[in-house]
């Protein structure tokens, strides 16, 4: 079971696995905002630089893309 709680500026961030979400109490919270996202179970390095360029390029080209609404990547950025 994924879950994760993390503060930014009073504000909790609530990472949680979307097989359970249905189970979190919320009555003790008020909800800003809510979001899906994918988060990778296992991430990759990049070592070589040509290769960190590319990659960075290809997300930069797709993130700019308005067809594309949200890129996903399991690559872990040093």
């Not at 979001?35 to 040509?50: A, G």
């Not at 360029?53 to 080209?61: C, E, H, P, Q, S």
């Amino acid at each position: 079971m994924t879950k994760k709680f993390l503060t930014k500026n009073s504000n909790y961030i609530i990472i949680y696995n979307i097989i359970r979400i249905n189970k979190v109490n919320v009555q003790f919270f008020t909800f800003s905002m809510a979001e899906l996202r994918y988060l990778p179970q296992t991430t990759s390095n990049l070592t070589d630089e040509d290769q960190t360029k590319k990659m960075n390029k290809l997300i930069d080209l797709l993130e700019d893309c308005d067809d594309v609404q949200n890129v996903y990547h399991n690559w872990e950025k040093e």
